[in-house]
């Protein structure tokens, strides 16, 4: 049998037990579980405590899937008591690592703890009912669905909360085994020097050229170089104009001085971008182990999180995001690039070498549906010319607030 276990915190523990399995021993499976002591525990189904440890479920006279409420005792004055809102209040604030993980996931709750004791009550009885309220209405969703088997849309129903279930499964087993795949990663970044203007350049050996904003070509004194006659329009994940390109300018790399050819492309977030072209042409080495670009003979440390520009650290801030965006998205924006572009398998790819500089080819330029939207035609004939389909675009662009790139990312993301 099935049975969930929720504290005054809205926790809840999930545990299949054998009907004939005595309290005491699934209060000793709940102390793995939760981390309270079994001498600690207290245990109440229906508005009644269950005080017989040698009872089983079926003789305590509880169900399959039950929603029961479990509560930690303190022991005041030599008594056992159960654990109080004040109670759990002071256990709160004399637990600094408690505290940090309150503050990170129900900050209201975090600061009431701290500086208001009635408030902290207040939403901790907001908490347990909400909770019991879920866990009922799940409960009793679950008992419509199996009602009748031939329901196709019940079904449906059951077949999605099984696949929900094992996604939460997947996450847990995630958090338990690999729990660095949810931290952020630092993007790559080295320190070098354009014409004798320090930069730093994002390491990027997905994007075929060497790639620079018009910023910053101007700050380095090189868009009195800039050939017009290579300008086009790059596109990838998204789109962005390319001005020109600058064919030799100094790039200087620890105590090397290099030639560079630079593709000056609108639309980046970074400055620079140190793409393929030169990582090929003087053969080098990202090395992950050492955390450093290896080139030529030199080593060249990758810098640190607290040494990047301030665009690779946009997306740290959630009020910088469009709404919809996660923030586990840290890092540059990959945005356009001026090679092909193969980050879905559903992209249609443009006729030829895979070049898609200048204009779109007339094959790829998606007709006009029926489906209707508030966004700019221009907007969902970008992202369906990548691929999508117009109700995929729209849908996108709903998500995304309208940010074309965003958009982009979001459906090409997987």
Same mark, same amino acid.
């Given at each position: 049998?099935? $049975?969930? @276990?929720?504290?005054?915190?809205?926790?809840?523990?999930?545990?299949?037990?054998?009907?004939?399995?005595?309290?005491?021993?699934? #209060?000793? $499976?709940?102390?793995?579980?939760?981390?309270?002591?079994?001498?600690?525990?207290?245990?109440?189904?229906?508005?009644?405590?269950?005080?017989?440890?040698?009872? =089983?479920?079926?003789?305590?006279?509880?169900?399959?899937?039950?929603?029961?409420?479990?509560?930690?005792?303190?022991?005041?004055?030599?008594?056992?008591?159960?654990?109080?809102?004040?109670? #759990?209040?002071?256990?709160?604030?004399?637990?600094?690592?408690? #505290?940090?993980?309150?503050?990170?996931?129900?900050?209201?709750?975090?600061?009431?703890?701290?500086?208001?004791?009635? %408030?902290?009550?207040?939403?901790?009885?907001?908490?347990?009912?909400?909770?019991?309220?879920?866990?009922?209405?799940?409960?009793?969703?679950?008992?419509?669905?199996?009602?009748?088997?031939?329901?196709?849309?019940?079904?449906?129903?059951?077949?999605?909360?099984?696949?929900?279930?094992?996604?939460?499964?997947?996450?847990?087993?995630?958090?338990?085994?690999?729990?660095?795949? @949810?931290?952020?990663?630092?993007?790559?970044?080295?320190?070098?020097?354009?014409?004798?203007?320090?930069?730093?350049?994002?390491?990027?050996?997905?994007?075929?050229? =060497?790639?620079?904003? &018009?910023?910053?070509?101007?700050?380095?004194?090189?868009?009195?170089?800039?050939? %017009?006659? @290579? !300008?086009?329009?790059? %596109?990838?994940?998204?789109?962005?104009?390319?001005?020109?390109?600058?064919?030799? !300018?100094?790039?200087?790399?620890?105590?090397?001085?290099?030639?560079?050819?630079?593709?000056?492309?609108?639309?980046?977030?970074?400055?620079?971008? @140190?793409?393929?072209?030169?990582?090929? !042409?003087?053969?080098?080495?990202?090395? $992950?182990?050492?955390?450093?670009?290896?080139?030529?003979? %030199?080593?060249?440390?990758?810098?640190?999180?607290?040494?990047?520009?301030?665009?690779?650290?946009?997306?740290?801030? &959630?009020?910088?995001?469009? &709404?919809?965006?996660?923030?586990?998205?840290?890092?540059?924006?990959?945005? &356009?690039?001026?090679?092909?572009?193969?980050?879905?398998?559903?992209?249609?790819?443009?006729?030829?070498?895979?070049?898609?500089?200048?204009?779109?080819?007339?094959?790829?330029?998606?007709?006009?549906?029926?489906?209707?939207?508030?966004?700019?035609?221009?907007?969902?004939?970008?992202?369906?010319?990548?691929?999508?389909?117009?109700?995929? !675009?729209?849908?996108? $662009?709903?998500?995304?607030?309208?940010?074309?790139?965003?958009?982009?990312?979001?459906?090409?993301?997987?």
């Amino acid at each position: 049998m099935r $049975l969930t @276990f929720v504290n005054d915190m809205g926790q809840s523990f999930v545990i299949e037990i054998d009907p004939q399995m005595s309290l005491e021993d699934i #209060m000793a $499976l709940l102390e793995a579980e939760s981390g309270i002591p079994a001498n600690e525990q207290s245990i109440s189904w229906d508005g009644h405590d269950l005080n017989r440890p040698k009872a =089983t479920m079926a003789e305590l006279g509880v169900g399959d899937d039950a929603v029961l409420v479990l509560r930690r005792k303190i022991t005041v004055a030599g008594r056992s008591l159960e654990q109080d809102a004040e109670m #759990m209040r002071l256990q709160i604030l004399g637990d600094p690592e408690l #505290m940090r993980q309150l503050r990170e996931s129900q900050p209201e709750i975090a600061e009431a703890a701290a500086n208001n004791p009635r %408030r902290f009550e207040e939403l901790l009885r907001q908490t347990r009912q909400r909770q019991t309220e879920a866990e009922l209405d799940q409960q009793r969703e679950i008992e419509r669905l199996n009602a009748d088997p031939f329901d196709v849309e019940a079904q449906q129903k059951i077949e999605e909360a099984i696949r929900q279930q094992a996604v939460m499964e997947n996450m847990a087993h995630a958090l338990e085994f690999q729990p660095e795949s @949810f931290g952020r990663v630092t993007m790559l970044y080295i320190p070098v020097e354009v014409n004798g203007t320090a930069i730093k350049a994002f390491v990027d050996s997905g994007a075929q050229q =060497t790639i620079m904003s &018009p910023e910053c070509a101007e700050r380095c004194g090189i868009m009195r170089l800039l050939d %017009r006659r @290579f !300008a086009g329009v790059a %596109r990838g994940v998204g789109t962005a104009n390319i001005l020109g390109r600058v064919h030799s !300018a100094q790039l200087k790399l620890s105590d090397l001085y290099l030639p560079c050819a630079f593709t000056v492309m609108e639309g980046r977030d970074v400055d620079l971008l @140190f793409g393929l072209d030169m990582l090929k !042409a003087h053969q080098a080495c990202i090395d $992950l182990e050492k955390n450093v670009l290896r080139i030529r003979g %030199r080593e060249v440390r990758f810098l640190a999180e607290h040494e990047l520009p301030a665009q690779a650290r946009v997306f740290e801030n &959630p009020e910088n995001l469009p &709404p919809g965006m996660a923030t586990s998205t840290a890092g540059p924006s990959p945005g &356009p690039s001026p090679g092909p572009s193969s980050a879905n398998p559903r992209q249609q790819h443009f006729p030829g070498s895979g070049q898609t500089l200048g204009p779109s080819p007339a094959s790829a330029r998606p007709t006009p549906g029926r489906t209707t939207s508030n966004h700019p035609e221009s907007s969902i004939q970008t992202l369906m010319g990548l691929g999508a389909t117009r109700e995929d !675009a729209i849908q996108a $662009l709903d998500a995304m607030g309208g940010n074309v790139d965003y958009a982009a990312s979001m459906l090409f993301q997987f």
